[in-house]
T-cell receptor, first 111, second 114 residues
Framework: QQQVKQSPQSLIVQKGGISIINCAYE??????FPWYQQFPGKGPALLIA?????SEKKEGRFTISFNKSAKQFSLHIMDSQPGDSATYFC??????????FGRGTSLIVHP | ETGVTQSPTHLIKTRGQQVTLRCSSQ?????VSWYQQALGQGPQFIFQ???????GRGNFPPRFSGLQFPNYSSELNVNALELDDSALYLC?????????????FGQGTRLTVV
């Protein structure tokens, strides 16, 4: 059973464009929603995270939008750059912080 | 860099063998979690250790076992290796006790079973 569904599987955008990745979760006990960025040969690195008491969180070019009633959240990357090319994972956790990961989105930003 | 180190970085084993992977957690962290990441997939939770005790386990068979040491470093042991065990194994450390914090991942160990 996949508790966190992530889409799209892959995404290609032009430099300067907006990248949008969506996730949906099922478990209403989840209360922490991080996004991770992973480059080839590296472990995932925390990018930005949100808790359900806010609907949006912005850090630089990265924004999380959160819809608690729909059990959905998304990552927006503004002014996408070739250096943003990586695999992005959404995750969700509750209680003892054991995140459940989505399957990942491979982002390619063309120069 | 996160301060979480894993060894070895790459490993090739034969089906049926046993393997031990190691993880040094970030300074000040007391919790270690292990994940298996198959090619093109998200990390799958194997188990978590908190203060040397198993604190949660994912859907993995008993031939996957672990240890956490007093210095909070950890080992993942896999017995009777199968071809499907080929994956990137990730260790993440965090601090539990005074509000959960995010987990910091190591670079992983790439295990190939032939």
């Amino acid at each position: 059973q996949q508790q966190v569904k992530q889409s799209p599987q892959s995404l290609i955008v032009q430099k300067g464009g907006i990248s949008i990745i969506n996730c949906a979760y099922e478990n209403t006990a989840f209360d922490y929603f991080p996004w991770y960025q992973q480059f080839p040969g590296k472990g995932p690195a925390l990018l930005i995270a949100i808790r359900p008491d806010v609907s949006e969180k912005k850090e630089g070019r990265f924004t999380i939008s959160f819809n608690k009633s729909a059990k959905q959240f998304s990552l927006h990357i503004m002014d996408s750059q070739p250096g943003d090319s990586a695999t992005y994972f959404c995750a969700a956790s509750g209680g003892s912080y054991i995140p459940t990961f989505g399957r990942g989105t491979s982002l390619i930003v063309h120069p | 860099e996160t301060g979480v180190t894993q060894s070895p970085t790459h490993l090739i084993k034969t089906r049926g063998q046993q393997v031990t992977l190691r993880c040094s957690s970030q300074s000040g962290h007391n919790t270690v979690s292990w994940y298996q990441q198959a090619l093109g997939q998200g990390p799958q939770f194997i188990f978590q250790y908190y203060r040397e005790e198993e604190n949660g386990r994912g859907n993995f068979p008993p031939r996957f076992s672990g240890l956490q040491f007093p210095n909070y470093s950890s080992e993942l042991n896999v017995n009777a290796l199968e071809l499907d065990d080929s994956a990137l194994y990730l260790c993440a450390s965090s601090l539990m006790g005074r509000g959960n914090t995010e987990a910091f991942f190591g670079q992983g160990t790439r295990l190939t079973v032939v």
